[in-house]
DNA sequence: CACAACATCTTTACGCTGGAAAGATTCCAT
DNA sequence: ATGGAATCTTTCCAGCGTAAAGATGTTGTG
C-alpha cells in the first residue's frame, strides 16, 4: 500500500512512515508512562528499530519532543474550532467551550499538554513547533476578541486574556497534577470537575455574560 | 540528639552541615541553569564532594528534588504571612496580596516554583514535603474562606477556591514560561506584570475590591 | 583512656541514557 | 543500471543514577 504522492514529503522504505509510527508510539509512552519515559531508546525499542533511528528523523531528543509538542498544539486548535462550532455564534458561548476545551484536552492528553508547557525541553524555533502554536494561540485571542468588543482600555483587554488564559491553563495545570483533589472532594454529591469549571466561569465571570454592572455591584457590596 | 547552633553549623564532622551546604547548592543550579541541570554529580561537583555524597542524605534523586522543594513551600508560606501582615486585616485585601505573593514568589524563585509543581520528580511520602506543602495549602484556603464569609453554596465555596489558586497558578506558570510575552508587550507604556496581575484581579472580582474602572476603583478604596 | 559502634564520605562498578560517527541497506533520479 | 541520497544499524563515548564496599572521622560506653 505505497501510494505515492507527487508533494508527498514521506518515501516510504524499510519501515514505511517511521516518522508518524515514532510520533504515535512517542504520545502513548508520555501519556502512559510520563515525560521522563519518553527517551530515545525506550522509543526505539517501542518502534522495533534501533535507537539511532529517531535520532535520524527529529535531531535529537528536543526534535522528538518539540515536534510531538507541535500534534499536541494542533490537536487543541481543532479541538478549539469544534467546540465552538458546536455552541453557535454567541461570542459568551463560544469562549466559554473554548476555555472548556482547554481543559478538557488536558484532562484527555495529560502527558502530552504537559510536554507542550515544557519550555525547557522544546525548541520553539522549530518550525513545526512554533506554526502550531501560532495557530492554536490566534484563536485563542480571536475568541476573546470576539467577546470582548471594544474594550474601556487597552489594558482591560490585554486583562481580559490573561485571565482567561491564566483561570483555564491554572485549572488544567492543577486539575492534572492532582492539586485539586482535596477540593473536589469538597464538592456537594455528584458534581465532578466539570461543574467545577462552569462554578469557577461563573464566579469570575471572565468567561460568563458580563457588563460594568457587575464590578459596581461587587465594588459596592464591599462598601457594605 | 543533635544540636543545632543557627550561627555556627560547623558542628558535624568532615564538611560541616553537608546536607545545607548541598541543599544551597540545589537551589542556585535549579535557578541558574534550570531542573533538568540539577543532577546528583554536578551538585556534587558544585559542593566539592564525591558525587555518592548526596545520595547519602538524600536518598536519591526525587529525595533531594522532594527535600528542595520543601523548603520551596515553606518559603512560600512565610511569604504569605508577610505580606498579608503587611496589608492588615481586611479580608479582600489580605486574599490579593496572597495572590501577589504567589505570583511574585514565581518571579523571583521561578525554578524552585517549577520544581514544586513537577509532581512526577517528587514524593509527596516525604514528611518535610507533605508538611510544607500542608502549611502552604492551609494558608491560602483560610484567607480564601476569610473573605467568603459564608458562601451561598458549598459549590460556590469550593470554585471560588479554584478560582482564585488556578488564576494566580495559571498566571504565575504563564509569565514564567514567557508565554504572557505577547499579552505584555501589548500594554499601555510603563505597565508591567503586576500592574497586568492588578487588572487581572479587576477583572476577574476574585480577589480584587473593584473594576476596571478607576473611578469605581477610587470609590470602593475610599470605602474601605 | 580505650574501643567499639556509628555516621559520614569515597571508591568502584553496573546499566541506562543521548549523541556522534561510520557502515550498511534501500530508494530515486538520471 | 548506476550514482547519489535518504534511511536505518552498528559501534563507541561520556554522563547519569544507584548500589555496594571501603575509608575516615565522630561519638557513646566501659
Known sequence: MSHRRPPAPRRTYHHGD??????AAAETIVEREGIPALTLRALARAAG???????????????????LA???????????????????????RRLRAMGQAYVGFARA???LFQLMFRAERLDPARPALRAA????????RNAIAARTGTPASALQAVAQAAALWSLVHGFSVLLIDGRLRGL???LPEGEDA????????????????AGPDREVFVAAAECA
Open 18 to 23: 517511521l516518522r508518524n509510527a515514532l510520533l
Open 49 to 67: 528499530v534501533s535507537h539511532a533511528a529517531p535520532a535520524h528523523h527529529f535531531g535529537d531528543l528536543v526534535g522528538l519532543l518539540s515536534e
Open 70 to 92: 507541535a500534534v499536541g498544539y494542533t490537536r487543541l486548535t481543532t479541538r478549539f474550532a469544534e467546540a465552538m462550532a458546536a455552541v453557535g455564534p454567541a461570542p459568551d
Open 109 to 111: 492528553h495529560p502527558g
Open 133 to 140: 502554536m501560532d495557530a492554536a494561540g490566534a484563536a485563542l
Open 184 to 186: 473536589l472532594a469538597a
Open 194 to 209: 466539570e461543574t467545577l469549571l462552569e462554578a469557577v466561569f461563573a464566579v469570575t465571570d471572565v468567561a460568563a455574560p
